[in-house]
């Protein structure tokens, strides 16, 4: 259901070696996913949303700790220059020719801002277990919109932890918080610390992408510098083989779609639109 007007151009990939890394490793490195003006439009949007946080903001930094960790959601839903983002850049693509799906869908997006001076860390968690979904075809295609490497809190992931087909508990991404109780009921095994030997980070330029599995492990420190932030966005598409699941508790606004159980998101057309077809 392609109604935002025409695709986004083809993007200029090897298709074979973004597919072949993102089977063996769960997570791939895309350099220059998004033009300079694409990154300027982006870094006002995330600005814009930061200084008036909406009802599905979240501060994962708690009163009285340093520095700030800024999330937002579903900004796709009212936010233009998000929606177009989906619908006019080659990230749905990218994720669609990684998976090796035949088309692709709209799931949702997210923020991640991580100011300087932030200690806070992001837990080490999947991003699976927090979907109301089954199937293999669910990545996020990372953007960034500041130089990122280790100086600034870069994320790790362990290569290979989307292999075994196990899922781990959600994680809580600020202790006390209302969803570290729900997620402390949660039959699934705690998530431990990966070995460092699998770990593989990015030295990530604005505008770069990082695709990865929605059962890869990953995780991030704090932003230990003093004047570079990290504003990232996490788009997260799914493909052909992906039904939905219900009774999973997290994300208020996805579970309001309300598919029967094993339903593929077809049947929710205006919320999960497809973005890209295999021509």
Same mark, same amino acid.
């Given at each position: 259901?392609?109604?935002?007007?025409?695709? =986004?151009?083809?993007?200029?990939?090897?298709?074979?070696?973004?597919?072949?890394?993102?089977?063996?490793?769960?997570?791939?490195? #895309?350099?220059?996913?998004?033009?300079?003006? !694409? #990154?300027? &439009?982006?870094?006002?949007?995330?600005?814009?949303?930061?200084? #008036? @946080?909406?009802?599905?903001?979240?501060?994962? +930094?708690?009163?009285?700790?340093?520095? &700030?960790? /800024?999330?937002?959601?579903?900004?796709?839903?009212?936010?233009?220059?998000?929606?177009?983002?989906?619908?006019?850049?080659?990230?749905?693509?990218? =994720?669609?020719?990684?998976?090796?799906?035949?088309?692709?869908?709209?799931?949702?997006?997210?923020?991640?801002?991580?100011?300087?001076?932030?200690?806070?860390?992001?837990? !080490?968690?999947?991003?699976?277990?927090?979907?109301?979904?089954?199937?293999?075809?669910?990545?996020?295609?990372?953007?960034?919109?500041?130089?990122?490497?280790?100086?600034?809190?870069?994320?790790?992931?362990?290569?290979?932890?989307?292999?075994?087909?196990?899922? /781990?508990?959600?994680?809580?991404?600020? $202790?006390?918080?209302?969803?570290?109780?729900?997620?402390?009921?949660?039959?699934?095994?705690? #998530?431990?610390?990966?070995?460092?030997? $699998?770990?593989?980070?990015?030295?990530?330029?604005?505008?770069?992408?990082? +695709? /990865?599995?929605?059962?890869?492990?990953?995780?991030?420190?704090?932003?230990?510098?003093?004047?570079?932030?990290?504003?990232?966005?996490?788009?997260?598409?799914?493909?052909?083989?992906?039904? !939905?699941?219900?009774?999973?508790?997290?994300?208020?606004?996805?579970?309001?779609?309300?598919? @029967?159980?094993?339903?593929?998101?077809?049947?929710?057309?205006?919320?999960?639109?497809?973005?890209?077809?295999?021509?």
């Amino acid at each position: 259901m392609l109604s935002e007007g025409e695709m =986004a151009q083809r993007f200029d990939i090897d298709e074979a070696a973004l597919a072949a890394a993102y089977a063996r490793d769960g997570v791939v490195h #895309v350099r220059a996913a998004l033009g300079a003006a !694409w #990154v300027d &439009r982006m870094r006002a949007a995330i600005d814009r949303a930061m200084a #008036v @946080p909406s009802n599905d903001a979240m501060e994962f +930094v708690p009163p009285g700790e340093d520095g &700030r960790f /800024f999330g937002d959601m579903f900004m796709h839903r009212r936010d233009a220059d998000f929606r177009a983002l989906f619908f006019k850049t080659p990230c749905a693509e990218i =994720a669609g020719r990684a998976m090796g799906a035949a088309e692709v869908r709209l799931f949702y997006d997210q923020i991640f801002a991580k100011a300087p001076n932030t200690p806070r860390e992001t837990p !080490w968690h999947q991003d699976g277990p927090y979907w109301p979904i089954s199937g293999e075809m669910a990545c996020t295609v990372y953007l960034a919109l500041d130089p990122i490497d280790d100086g600034n809190g870069a994320v790790r992931y362990a290569r290979g932890s989307h292999l075994p087909g196990r899922d /781990f508990r959600p994680a809580p991404f600020r $202790s006390g918080a209302d969803n570290a109780l729900r997620y402390a009921g949660s039959a699934l095994p705690v #998530v431990e610390a990966p070995d460092e030997a $699998s770990l593989i980070s990015f030295k990530l330029e604005p505008g770069d992408a990082v +695709v /990865f599995h929605g059962r890869m492990v990953h995780g991030a420190p704090g932003n230990p510098s003093t004047d570079r932030p990290r504003r990232t966005i996490a788009l997260r598409f799914v493909g052909d083989d992906i039904r !939905w699941r219900r009774g999973i508790s997290t994300f208020g606004r996805l579970r309001k779609a309300d598919l @029967p159980d094993r339903a593929p998101l077809s049947a929710r057309d205006q919320l999960f639109p497809v973005l890209w077809k295999r021509g």
